[in-house]
């Protein structure tokens, strides 16, 4: 079964019949729903197969679009994409040819995974040509990071019209590298680059999230040799060449809070099969400070409220800090804690923009932009910092929304869940970027809802 062809089938919104979805909110979700793998892993995992001489096998894929897109441009540069089992990409790099830039021009608006591609497209034909990218609308989103990175093993970047062109006439060479933020992006931007480059390289402030260990536990499958410091610095001792891998993605972390954050706003019970404690304490913790309560057992965890909601000041971070991906649902939750809750939002600039809506529905929510600070809080790591201050309990009502950026998508699901009423919600197609079948999972947790041409 040709995936690249079903992808385009499929189109953006995986699983979707129609782009809007209307709820009647106000009762509690219980029931068991099931995690699969990060977005945030698989994605980078299918990239990785093209460093290899022979196939690899990712298993635990989510069905979610941004694995559509992916499994289309690595069909546009030669790599047979096959599904032996559902949940299983069998990934083929025998052949792997130059892309026209069309088909990947066409594919990046809705994904910054293209990025990614430059290191291994160097190894393997010498050149990359990079489209403008896609991705969530939460901030500048900028590449200097990743460029910088490239020009340090000896890539030459050239900007046009079209893109960007990167090609490495010497060859890629071992380099000193450090970050001027732990970027997730940019430290998979080098892993990617340096297992294959010539000689050593050395990263320095470097993203460990738990994403990145699986994504360096891949690599090390494969044949590369990475040691990860315990001061953020991983070295790669670049090798002549990498074999295929047979990995099954760790599960996405991000998904398994939103549909916490979920049990918490609507005083829910909802069990998270796939979900493991481990690479969730952060937020555990929070969710426990919010009055949640949760129950870790062998094959997932059990969340649900244990009280009162309880307002929480949480400042978001780098792993093993309190993920930014998990503030936009938890904040559906705060409106309903009875004090005032502050987030502050340390890592994108515009991360707030899906309170709006949340305010038309009935929340008090004010966003500081220019930053706030306290005495009891760290030096502000970055000028850009803003401020969300929520103060509950609100009594929230139906409204129609659109749906702005992935997280804020899930979070507009959960406030419409927790409102009085009906509400409206459009442009879901998004929500399928990153949140596997929710549609049935909402339907297995007893939410009131239909999906409306
Ligand atoms: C990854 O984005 C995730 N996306 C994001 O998840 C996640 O929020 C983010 O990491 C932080 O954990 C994917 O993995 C596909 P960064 P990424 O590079 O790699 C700035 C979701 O909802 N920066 O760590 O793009 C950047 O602007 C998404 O699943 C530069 O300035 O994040 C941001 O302020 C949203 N220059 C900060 O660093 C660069 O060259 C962190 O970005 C690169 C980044």
New binding site residues.
């Given amino acids: 079964m040709n995936l690249a062809r079903d992808a385009q089938k499929a189109g953006a919104r995986v699983g979707l019949t129609s782009d809007r979805i209307v709820i009647e909110g106000g009762k509690p979700l219980r029931g068991r729903i099931e995690v699969r793998g990060a ?3 698989a ?2 995992a299918m990239v990785a197969a093209l460093l290899g001489d022979s196939p690899s096998l990712l298993q635990n894929v989510p069905e979610i679009s ?1 694995v559509h897109v992916v499994t289309r441009m690595l069909d546009a540069y030669g790599v047979a994409v096959t599904s032996p089992a559902e949940g299983e990409l069998l990934l083929d790099p025998s052949n792997v040819l130059k892309a026209h830039f069309a088909q990947i021009d066409a594919l990046a608006g809705s ?3 293209p990025i990614l591609f430059c290191g291994p497209l160097l190894h393997r034909l010498g050149e990359a040509l990079i489209p403008d990218l896609g ?2 609308r ?11 990175a490239l020009r340090a093993f000896g890539a030459i970047v050239d900007k046009s019209y079209e893109g960007i062109r990167i090609t490495a006439p010497n060859g890629l060479k071992g380099a000193h590298i450090e970050l ?10 080098v892993l990617l680059t340096a297992v294959r480059a010539e000689g050593v390289t050395e990263l320095k402030n470097a ?1 460990i ?1 738990p ?1 990145i260990m699986d994504l360096i536990a891949i690599l090390q499958k494969m044949g590369a040799i990475i040691t990860v410091e315990p001061n953020r610095t991983i070295f790669i001792e670049g090798v002549d060449h990498l074999e295929g891998y047979t990995h099954r993605a760790i599960f996405d972390r ?1 998904e398994a809070a939103s549909w916490a954050s979920l049990a918490l706003a609507t005083d829910g019970d909802i069990f998270v099969g796939g979900a493991a404690q481990q690479e969730l304490m952060t937020f555990l913790n929070i969710f426990r400070k919010a009055g949640g309560g949760f129950d870790v057992q062998e094959d997932g965890i059990r969340f649900f409220r244990a009280g009162e909601l309880k307002p929480v000041v949480v400042e978001t971070d ?2 093993p800090g309190f ?3 998990w503030q936009q649902p938890l904040i559906v939750a705060l409106t309903q804690a009875d004090g005032v809750s502050v987030v502050r939002e340390t ?3 515009n ?1 707030f923009g899906f309170t709006d809506a949340l305010v038309e529905m009935g929340a008090d929510i004010v966003v500081h932009k220019d930053g706030y600070d306290s005495p009891t809080w760290r030096v502000p790591r ?1 000028p ?1 910092e803003q401020v969300a201050v929520i103060t509950g309990p609100s009594k929230l009502h139906g409204a129609d929304v659109n749906v702005p ?3 804020g998508g899930f979070s507009y699901l959960i406030a419409a869940l927790t409102a009085q009423g009906r509400s409206s919600i459009t442009n879901v197609g998004i929500i399928s ?2 949140y596997e079948r929710f549609v049935e999972k909402l339907d297995a947790l007893g939410a009131d809802f239909a999906l409306v041409d």
Avoid: W
Wanted: hydrophobic share 25%; aromatic share 6%; with cysteine.
């Fill in positions: 977005k945030n892993l994605t980078k941004d994904s910054r995974i991705g969530c939460i901030g500048d989103r900028p590449i200097d990071f990743h460029m910088d001027p933020y732990p970027s997730v992006g940019a430290t998979e931007q993203a999230e994403e991000n780098v792993h993920m930014t991906d890592v994108y600039e991360r970055r850009l950026d992935l997280r970027r990153g």
